[in-house]
């Protein structure tokens, strides 16, 4: 069922909660893909409703960045999402979500702001603000949708870190979800943004998993000290590359690691051209 208004989102919520079933929510910006499918597929296998939302946030891009050109694909994802099991949809409109002339500034909307420690580092360096906008529309579906589960992937990780310290520190009542990375088959990580790269592009894009795998395996044959592990990830860069950041953070508090432990997660943002990925890789197991 495709729902585009809270009211009758509530209503539903309203239903199920008075039958004593548990909701699951993940949250999406559409243009699903398999790794969004993979989240649906665990709450629909662990909760008895599934609700997804599709909604490219306004407040999350930083001027200059992709929102116009975002890709809003809102039938196919209604379609995939309903055939995956889905049973509520929510594709608000901005308006429906911020009000009419959706003034977004902060002088007129309440934001939930995570903590500095957590968001000046890594994307949110380059994309300040960002993580006020991921926090304070999450809380809002968090509101409306009221799930006893949510599900969010480790694709982005930095994300995942900051909704939970969110969840912990606003004592929301609900359990949040990690789901791991999806990969194609030669191990670019599933992003909606994939489909900017040319073939071109689509090929230097593996320099993210190459880095990432490599170091993993200098990490397991005994080397700890980080600016070691750092150094191996020059040979794979080429000047097509444009590494934003590598970087090598606790997997709870994002604390910078010197030496590299079972709870480091390594970090990484590569521009190819105009087009900016991520990546990441935890060093335990
Ligand atoms: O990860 C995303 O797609 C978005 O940041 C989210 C969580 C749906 C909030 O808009």
Redesign the pocket.
């Known amino acids: 069922m495709l729902l585009h208004k809270i009211a009758e989102v509530r209503e539903k919520v309203k239903e199920w909660k008075k039958q004593g079933l548990t909701i699951g929510l993940v949250?999406?910006?559409g243009a699903l893909h398999k790794g969004h499918l993979s989240l649906i597929k665990k709450s629909v296998d662990n909760c008895d409703k599934t609700v997804i939302?599709v909604?490219?946030?306004p407040i999350?891009f930083c001027p200059g960045e992709d929102f116009e050109k975002y890709p809003r694909t809102l039938d196919a994802d209604t379609k995939l999402a309903e055939s995956a099991g889905v049973d509520i949809v929510f594709a608000p409109t901005p308006a429906e979500m911020y009000g009419e002339g959706h003034i977004l500034s902060n002088d007129f909307l309440t934001y939930v702001v995570p903590p500095f420690f957590y968001t000046d580092k890594l994307c949110g360096k380059s994309r300040v603000g960002h993580f006020d906008?991921?926090c304070t529309?999450?809380n809002k579906?968090f509101n409306i949708v009221q799930p006893d589960y949510a599900f969010?992937?480790e694709?982005?990780r930095q994300?995942l870190i900051i909704?939970k310290k969110m969840v912990k520190d606003l004592n929301i009542p609900l359990e949040i979800i990690p789901c791991p990375i999806v990969r194609e088959d030669d191990g670019l990580a599933m992003s909606?943004r994939n489909k900017y790269l040319n073939p071109e592009q689509r090929k230097e894009a593996l320099v993210l998993k190459d880095i990432l795998l490599n170091i993993k395996a200098c990490y397991n044959s005994g080397i700890k000290d980080v600016e070691a592990l750092t150094e191996t990830a020059y040979k794979f860069l080429k000047s097509c590359h444009n590494l934003e950041y590598l970087e090598f953070r606790d997997k709870n508090d994002l604390e910078l690691k010197k030496v590299a432990d079972k709870d480091t997660i390594v970090f990484i943002a590569v521009k190819i051209g105009e087009v900016r990925l991520i990546d990441n890789i935890s060093l335990d197991s």
């Open positions: 949250p999406t910006m939302s909604f490219v946030n999350q906008g991921v529309v999450v579906l969010f992937g694709k982005d994300q909704i909606s």
